[in-house]
T-cell receptor, first 113, second 118 residues
Framework: GQQLNQSPQSMFIQEGEDVSMNCTSS?????WLWYKQDPGEGPVLLIA?????ELTSNGRLTAQFGTTRKDSFLNISASIPSDVGIYFC??????FGAGKSTFGDGTTLTVKP | EAQVTQNPRYLITVTGKKLTVTCSQN?????MSWYRQDPGLGLRQIYY???????DKGDVPEGYKVSRKEKRNFPLILESPSPNQTSLYFC?????????????????FGPGTRLLVL
């Protein structure tokens, strides 16, 4: 079935640094999603991407839908301690049936003050 | 406020004692789903439902049951829990609308239920 490779698995950065993470797939998606999970909570949607090549920002977060439709990346600029958490990518494809997503394994971000 | 709620948030039980985790959404979403999250294994789908009275197995359905009698509720039932079902469980929902460009709405997650089976 569909699989997503998300990297890096974990990151330890200093407050103020920029962060970049990505997801790649062996097959295409027509929607890419990025979620953040705080410790002890459910994933919260950060950014949704619907078109190949699309670049979307949400505050300090920027995400892009790769032109091949097989990858996506998420950048966080000027990180702050509350950015700590697990970031998940997810892909959706119409043929899966509406709502069904394939998830990456997550990138765990630690920000040192 | 649009949300997915789960109850209980934390549960400790013993092997074999039937339990139900409730999930409810107030967004009129057709699609609902249950996931479990375990260290190193990511989010794995247990069951999902495309609409009332329509349910189907996900990737790890063994030991679980679900029902969808109403659009807003999607309870997860463990008839005879075992220690390997100790996990963090998430309910999620989304609209099944397919837009003109072909994309579907994203899933929105509940806050999670942490289950410990002794």
């Amino acid at each position: 079935g569909q699989q997503l490779n998300q990297s890096p698995q974990s990151m330890f950065i200093q407050e103020g640094e920029d962060v970049s993470m990505n997801c790649t797939s062996s097959s295409i998606f027509n929607t890419w999603l990025w979620y953040k999970q705080d410790p002890g909570e459910g994933p919260v949607l950060l950014i949704a991407l619907y078109k190949a090549g699309e670049l979307t920002s949400n505050g300090r977060l920027t995400a892009q839908f790769g032109t091949t439709r097989k990858d996506s990346f998420l950048n966080i600029s000027a990180s702050i301690p509350s950015d700590v958490g697990i970031y998940f990518c997810a892909g959706q494809l119409r043929n899966f049936g509406a709502g069904k997503s394939t998830f990456g394994d997550g990138t765990t971000l630690t920000v040192k003050p | 406020e649009a949300q997915v709620t789960q109850n209980p948030r934390y549960l400790i039980t013993v092997t074999g004692k039937k339990l139900t985790v409730t999930c409810s959404q107030n967004m009129n979403h057709e699609y609902m789903s249950w996931y479990r999250q375990d260290p190193g294994l990511g989010l794995r789908q247990i069951y999902y439902s495309m609409n009332v009275e329509v349910t189907d197995k996900g990737d790890v359905p063994e030991g679980y049951k679900v029902s969808r009698k109403e659009k807003r509720n999607f309870p997860l039932i463990l008839e005879s829990p075992s220690p390997n079902q100790t996990s963090l469980y998430f309910c999620a929902s989304s609209s099944t609308s397919t837009h003109q460009d072909g994309y579907q709405e994203p899933q929105y997650f509940g806050p999670g239920t942490r289950l410990l089976v002794l």
